[in-house]
Each structure stands twice: as structure tokens, then as C-alpha cells.
């Protein structure tokens, strides 16, 4: 029973490059979101999806793209990363969105940026 | 405006005593929902309590209860008997709204706290 998975689960990028950062899960659920973690700021949503085809930007989209071709996947996108990048990137996946349906995340992903 | 205050960037607890942790919330919304997460110094998120908005009586899980206070909009996370594992930052979440078409269980997370048990 893996739950959500991120790959990898560290990454060093120069200004400029692009990157994947992968996330699966196997539980079956609808609802997946990219999530950033910064010192002192808690976590700020990216990108969230309801279901397969179907994405949404978050509180902190700029510089990132996400698609959902399957239920089970949802990628992160880095196009032309930016030291303002670096950061711990979390993913979360949920059956449903109400009441106690809870986020279950993923390890983290830790990008550097030079 | 902060959605999420938790204003205790650091506390300290002695082994086998209770602690609170404060979270304070904003919202409009009639319908919402209360989280608290722990975050290990090995880096993942671990779900220890919810709350909804509607719920008359305050959550409990195990040493884990949230103190809800509706009209303070104050959802402060009480752990009982301190143990040395318990040693972590704890995040305090909100998902508004409660069946949105499309809603995507979005939350939102106050800055956390640092929690340290000592012996």
C-alpha cells in the first residue's frame, strides 16, 4: 500500500532548466494538489486537480504547470526554474472534498535552484 | 489577512505533561473544516485530528483533542501526556466551504509551531 509517492526526492537544478516533479497515488482518489513549503510559511497551494483532465491554480502558480491525464498521476512543472524555487515540495491526494475527507501527502521533494 | 494565525513559532514541554497549541482561523464561510498536521524532523505530513465546523462536540484521537471555540475562532490542538516522539512542528489547516462542486479539498495552513519535548 505505497499511498502517494514522489519522485525524486531530491533534486539540485541551474536558473533556467526544466524539470518533472513526479506524484502518484494508488488509493483510488479524485483529488490531487501540489503544495510548497517555506521556511516560516507554512504550506501554499500550486496547482490542484478534481479529477482527471480537470486542473486549477492554487495560491502560487506562477512558474509551474500541471496536467492529470490519469487518475493516478499528477506531475509538477518547473519550465525555467528560478532560485525563488527552491523549496520543499509537498503532494496530496484525497477521496473526496468535504467533511473529513483528510489529505494524505506524499515524503516531499527538495529542489535547489542555483 | 492571515486565514491561519498560530502564533507560538516555538514551545516547550516536559515529558508527560499536556501542551496546547494555539491555531486561530478567518473566514465567512458557515461550513469549514479544521485540521492539524505533524511535520517529524524527518519531513513528512502525518493527519492527527479534524474538526468540522458543525461538530458540537470538540474532536478526539487518542492523546489528541482540539479545543474548538466557534465564536473565538480558536481550534487550539491539546496532546496529553507528552511523549519525546511527539517533538515536531504542528500545522494548524482550513479547507472553507463544505460541498463545492470542484472545491478540490483545498487547505490552507498556518505558519506552524515547533513543538520540543524534554525530559
Same mark, same amino acid.
Not at chain 1, 11 to 31: I, P, R
Not at chain 1, 79 to 89: C, G, H, K, N, R
Given at each position: 500500500?505505497?499511498?502517494?509517492?514522489? +519522485?525524486?526526492?531530491?533534486?539540485?537544478?541551474?536558473?533556467?532548466?526544466?524539470? +518533472?516533479?513526479?506524484?502518484?497515488?494508488?488509493?483510488?482518489?479524485?483529488?490531487?494538489?501540489?503544495?510548497?513549503?517555506?521556511?516560516?510559511?507554512?504550506?501554499?497551494?500550486?496547482?490542484?486537480?478534481?479529477?482527471?483532465?480537470? +486542473?486549477?491554480?492554487?495560491?502560487?502558480?506562477?512558474?509551474?504547470?500541471?496536467?492529470?491525464?490519469?487518475?493516478?498521476?499528477?506531475?509538477?512543472?518547473?519550465?525555467?526554474?528560478?532560485? @525563488?524555487?527552491? @523549496?520543499?515540495?509537498?503532494?496530496? @491526494?484525497?477521496?473526496?472534498?468535504?467533511?473529513?475527507?483528510?489529505?494524505?501527502?506524499?515524503?516531499?521533494?527538495?529542489? +535547489?535552484?542555483? | 489577512?492571515?486565514?491561519?494565525?498560530?502564533?507560538?513559532?516555538?514551545?516547550?514541554?516536559?515529558?508527560?505533561?499536556?501542551?496546547?497549541?494555539?491555531?486561530?482561523?478567518?473566514?465567512?464561510?458557515?461550513?469549514?473544516?479544521?485540521?492539524? $498536521?505533524?511535520?517529524? &524532523?524527518?519531513?513528512?505530513?502525518?493527519?492527527?485530528?479534524?474538526?468540522?465546523?458543525?461538530?458540537?462536540?470538540?474532536?478526539?484521537?487518542?492523546? $489528541?483533542?482540539?479545543?474548538?471555540?466557534?465564536?473565538?475562532?480558536?481550534?487550539?490542538?491539546?496532546?496529553?501526556?507528552?511523549?519525546?516522539?511527539? &517533538?515536531?512542528?504542528?500545522?494548524?489547516?482550513?479547507?472553507?466551504?463544505?460541498?463545492?462542486?470542484?472545491?478540490?479539498?483545498?487547505?490552507?495552513?498556518?505558519?506552524?509551531?515547533?513543538?520540543?519535548?524534554?525530559?
Amino acid at each position: 500500500n505505497a499511498g502517494v509517492t514522489q +519522485t525524486p526526492k531530491f533534486q539540485v537544478l541551474k536558473t533556467g532548466q526544466s524539470m +518533472t516533479l513526479q506524484c502518484a497515488q494508488d488509493m483510488n482518489h479524485e483529488y490531487m494538489s501540489w503544495y510548497r513549503q517555506d521556511p516560516g510559511m507554512g504550506l501554499r497551494l500550486i496547482h490542484y486537480s478534481v479529477g482527471a483532465g480537470i +486542473t486549477d491554480q492554487g495560491e502560487v502558480p506562477n512558474g509551474y504547470n500541471v496536467s492529470r491525464s490519469t487518475t493516478e498521476d499528477f506531475p509538477l512543472r518547473l519550465l525555467s526554474a528560478a532560485p @525563488s524555487q527552491t @523549496s520543499v515540495y509537498f503532494c496530496a @491526494s484525497s477521496y473526496g472534498d468535504s467533511g473529513a475527507n483528510v489529505l494524505t501527502f506524499g515524503a516531499g521533494s527538495r529542489l +535547489t535552484v542555483l | 489577512a492571515q486565514k491561519i494565525t498560530q502564533t507560538q513559532p516555538g514551545m516547550f514541554v516536559q515529558e508527560k505533561e499536556a501542551v496546547t497549541l494555539d491555531c486561530t482561523y478567518d473566514t465567512s464561510d458557515q461550513s469549514y473544516g479544521l485540521f492539524w $498536521y505533524k511535520q517529524p &524532523s524527518s519531513g513528512e505530513m502525518i493527519f492527527l485530528i479534524y474538526q468540522g465546523s458543525y461538530d458540537e462536540q470538540n474532536a478526539t484521537e487518542g492523546r $489528541y483533542s482540539l479545543n474548538f471555540q466557534k465564536a473565538r475562532k480558536s481550534a487550539n490542538l491539546v496532546i496529553s501526556a507528552s511523549q519525546l516522539g511527539d &517533538s515536531a512542528m504542528y500545522f494548524c489547516a482550513m479547507r472553507e466551504g463544505w460541498v463545492l462542486t470542484g472545491g478540490g479539498n483545498k487547505l490552507t495552513f498556518g505558519t506552524g509551531t515547533q513543538l520540543k519535548v524534554e525530559l
